[in-house]
């Protein structure tokens, strides 16, 4: 593919998709997404980019055309931790609108456009419905290339790879772990990567030199977990991940399992704010002042405020942008919006929680150029 390769987002979020673009070296054309924050933060960041709005109002053959089409249809549906309504769910379903676009785009240009196309989900694809779920997405994906195709659902389930391979497409997926990826976060998700030209799907995504490092941990998104930090703290120390489920609730109300993991986070999502807790350098009660990064707890003997009392140790929920830094975008990326207006911390936690690790994606996009 051409180096200066265009890309369409379909589900676009906050530009994730784009972004990890710009990094392999291809243009962003235009996105679809219809949550106002998101859109607004997109704006700023690729002004230049169409913004299409309701995926379910596009027609693909009425749109600019583009070589690589990217789409992380909503996964609620799908989700371990939603209601496992499947793919045919009142929001999972939008994934039929993407195909819908994909197949009108490529009848209105003979077949050209999109060459590629990178589908994004959670794990819990594979299980929904008995398995059928995903063999119904890779299924309609590849139906847009061999319209007449039926591919079986394996008897004992969907391994977390896989290919499959037609006389002149392909299609692979595989489950990337995003802490691997250059980000301290556990956040694992399935991949889907189509070529309706060839038979390099495989090539793309399952290339031997991939692996840790191989991206750029986010570029300028920042040192690390939680920046730099004064008052004795330093990058040697041992760092807590409090997953937000866990935090405030009672003995008997449970959690997710410990709770607790060392230096790396638990994924991010839109409803849970996860914790963080460091090393207190010096023992005793004090105040942990992450350099860069506001919005600290302070830790005091009088705890009349509701603030955490801690010794020896800082506890305080994750900033904005340590999720930024977490996904691999820039710092500040949610910030504002266009109009030069602040975003609310509620709307950019949805927003990152919902988004996508940008080094995962990133790998993927290098693989096509």
Avoid at 220 to 233: I, R
Wanted: proline share 5%; hydrophobic share 35%.
């Amino acid at each position: 593919m051409k180096h200066n390769a265009a890309l369409g987002s379909l589900f676009d979020g906050i530009g994730g998709f784009p972004l990890a673009a710009v990094r392999a070296g291809i243009r962003p054309v235009w996105a679809s997404e219809i949550q106002a924050a998101p859109v607004r933060i997109t704006k700023r960041h690729f002004p230049k980019m169409e913004h299409l709005g309701d995926i379910t109002k596009l027609d693909g053959a009425e749109i600019e055309p583009v070589d690589i089409i990217t789409f992380g249809s909503p996964c609620q549906d799908l989700s371990v931790a939603g209601r496992r309504a499947g793919l045919f769910g009142k929001r999972s379903s939008l994934f039929m609108q993407a195909v819908r676009i994909i197949k009108e785009m490529r009848i209105a240009t003979n077949g050209k456009c999109p060459a590629r196309i990178v589908w994004e989900n959670v794990p819990g694809a594979f299980g929904t419905n008995g398995g059928r779920d995903f063999q119904t997405v890779i299924g309609e994906i590849a139906k847009i290339a061999e319209p007449g195709i039926s591919i079986p659902k394996p008897s004992g389930g969907w391994l977390a790879a896989g290919a499959v391979l037609g006389d002149c497409w392909s299609l692979a997926w595989r489950v990337l772990d995003a802490q691997y990826w250059g980000v301290p976060q556990r956040r694992r998700r399935v991949f889907v990567v189509a070529d309706f030209g060839s038979r390099c799907a495989g090539e793309i995504l399952f290339k031997p030199e991939s692996g840790v490092g191989d991206c750029p941990a986010g570029g300028t998104a920042g040192e690390g977990f939680t920046g730099s930090a004064e008052s004795g703290v330093t990058q040697h120390n041992k760092t807590y991940c409090i997953v937000g489920n866990t935090i405030d609730r009672t003995h008997k109300s449970g959690g997710n399992g410990l709770g607790v993991i060392e230096d790396v986070s638990y994924t991010l999502t839109s409803t849970d704010r996860h914790a963080v807790s460091v090393p207190y350098v010096g023992g005793g009660f004090g105040v942990y002042r992450p350099g860069d990064i506001g919005g600290t707890i302070r830790a005091k003997e009088d705890n009349t405020s509701g603030d955490l009392i801690v010794m020896s140790q800082s506890v305080r929920r994750f900033t904005p942008l340590e999720y930024e830094r977490l996904q691999g975008y820039p710092d500040y990326w949610t910030l504002y919006g266009h109009d030069g207006k602040q975003i609310s911390d509620g709307q950019r936690y949805k927003a990152l929680g919902n988004s996508i690790a940008v080094p995962c994606v990133q790998f993927i996009l290098d693989g096509m150029k």
